[in-house]
Antibody, heavy 114, light 110 residues
Framework: EVQLVESGGGLVQPGGSLRLSCAAS????????MSWVRQAPGKGLEWVSVIYSGGSTYHADSVKGRFTISRDNSKNTVYLQMNSLRAEDTAVYYC????????WGQGTLVTVSS | QAVVTQEPSLTVSPGGTVTLTCGSS?????????PYWFQQKPGQAPRTLIY???SKHSWTPARFSGSLLGGKAALTLSGAQPEDEAEYYCLLSYSGARPVFGGGTKLTVL
């Protein structure tokens, strides 16, 4: 059974860092495209980052230079390293097997506040 | 960055048909934008209904279909059910640029 479980969210001060994890089971993350999507409270969805099976990575302009997506094949886990966090980064962060979007995690809440 | 537009809200009667659309500020939406449609209910993660314009996942109810219509991506719901009340988001991909979500359509079944 395929599962994606996010962790690592929490409260962090502006300018701080956080690393989100997405532990996968039932498939190998290195063989799929994996994305992070976020949703600010009461707002719509925003695409954040993707890592392709070949290892290429892409990030939204809003997080470029601050966020980094990566994976650890030995742990079958995808990460989102978030640095220089801002209040506007406050959101639920979802990990998804996207494309094609067939599996999503339940999300982890990141709150950036002093 | 492109702006992707959706109707903010729509209402459909139970058993009725409704079409949600997804437009792009860059011009006509084509299959090269690989349109996606997601359904999200309050407190839940999104669920992908349609990918690559019209492809369905195994869990996508048959009453949902995706297409291109008048230069936009479209999601048609035929025979609406109360459980279809939700927020619907589209996602468009752009060559050489990052994918962009639409602002979402709140669908009410009433």
């Amino acid at each position: 059974e395929v599962q994606l479980v996010e962790s690592g969210g929490g409260l962090v001060q502006p300018g701080g860092s956080l690393r989100l994890s997405c532990a996968a089971s039932g498939f190998t993350v290195s063989s799929k495209y994996m994305s992070w999507v976020r949703q600010a409270p009461g707002k719509g969805l925003e695409w954040v980052s993707v890592i392709y099976s070949g290892g290429s990575t892409y990030h939204a302009d809003s997080v470029k230079g601050r966020f980094t997506i990566s994976r650890d094949n030995s742990k079958n886990t995808v990460y989102l390293q978030m640095n220089s966090l801002r209040a506007e980064d406050t959101a639920v962060y979802y990990c998804a097997r996207l494309p094609p979007g067939d599996y999503w995690g339940q999300g982890t809440l990141v709150t950036v506040s002093s | 960055q492109a702006v992707v537009t959706q109707e903010p809200s729509l209402t459909v009667s139970p058993g009725g048909t409704v079409t949600l659309t997804c437009g792009s500020s860059t011009g006509a939406v084509t299959s090269d934008n690989y349109p996606y449609w997601f359904q999200q209910k309050p407190g839940q993660a999104p669920r992908t209904l349609i990918y690559d314009t019209s492809s369905k996942h195994s869990w996508t109810p048959a009453r949902f279909s995706g297409s291109l219509l008048g230069g936009k991506a479209a999601l048609t719901l035929s025979g609406a059910q109360p459980e279809d009340e939700a927020e619907y988001y589209c996602l468009l991909s752009y060559s050489g640029a990052r994918p962009v979500f639409g602002g979402g359509t709140k669908l009410t079944v009433l």
